[in-house]
């Protein structure tokens, strides 16, 4: 599912919103400052920020500038016309006033997703989700590291979800990206992503098919 981060200083707007969006089975991220945000998205790539302006440390109006390729809604008490013009054309992708009717949050975030629905570099499979450009996988909002070679195989699998992906089909899918990934190498590699997985929700994703190779399983 997709991640959002939410970044309020205000503790119970922001779990009110964690909580609501926990409901709809989004993956939560949760800053109470600028200074904080900065440094979570200097980790991992949310598919969505929900930004408060008047933030301890660096502003919402400092951070904007900084968050590249990534939808922000702007969530603030400002209302003044300027400034919300201000923020659409300094990259802002939508602005909504406090107080705000949840329902009407939850659709515009809906609006702004749909546009990032064809990202090939983000995957999701039950409560996985996959983002292969900074090789990170998320489960209820863990953070797993994942090597180049593990996000390759992984994307690959999830691009076939509970289909057998042969032996010989991953070496040949992989190898431009990891041509490191051996026949020998490969069973370690998936031993490796099964234990990150595994370590982080207690469930096996990946299930070895007797004489074809692997798939993934919810």
């Not at 904080?36 to 930004?51: H, N």
């Not at 302006?53 to 968050?67: F, T, V, Y």
């Not at 998936?190 to 074809?212: C, F, M, P, T, W």
């Amino acid at each position: 599912m997709p991640h959002i981060l939410i970044v309020d200083d205000d503790t119970h707007i922001n779990e009110m919103l964690t909580e609501a969006l926990l409901a709809e089975g989004y993956t939560v991220s949760a800053a109470y400052s600028g200074t904080e945000a900065a440094m979570l998205l200097s980790q991992t790539k949310p598919d969505l920020v929900l930004l408060d302006l008047m933030l301890p440390g660096l502003s919402g109006e400092a951070l904007l500038p900084q968050i590249r390729e990534i939808p922000v809604i702007v969530v603030s008490a400002k209302c003044d016309i300027a400034g919300k013009v201000d923020l659409l054309r300094g990259g802002a992708a939508d602005y909504i006033t406090k107080p705000f009717d949840m329902q009407e949050l939850l659709a515009r975030i809906v609006v702004q997703l749909r546009g990032k629905s064809s990202d090939p570099d983000t995957l999701a499979f039950a409560d996985l989700t996959l983002y292969a450009d900074t090789l990170t996988a998320v489960i209820g909002g863990a953070e797993i590291r994942l090597t180049r070679t593990e996000c390759a195989i992984l994307k690959l699998l999830m691009q076939n979800p509970q289909m057998p992906v042969g032996k010989t089909t991953i070496l040949e899918k992989i190898s431009y990206d990891t041509p490191d990934c051996t026949e020998r190498s490969l069973k370690q590699h998936i031993s490796n992503i099964r234990h990150k997985l595994q370590s982080v929700s207690g469930k096996d994703y990946i299930e070895a098919v007797y004489g074809i190779g692997f798939r993934l399983r919810s």
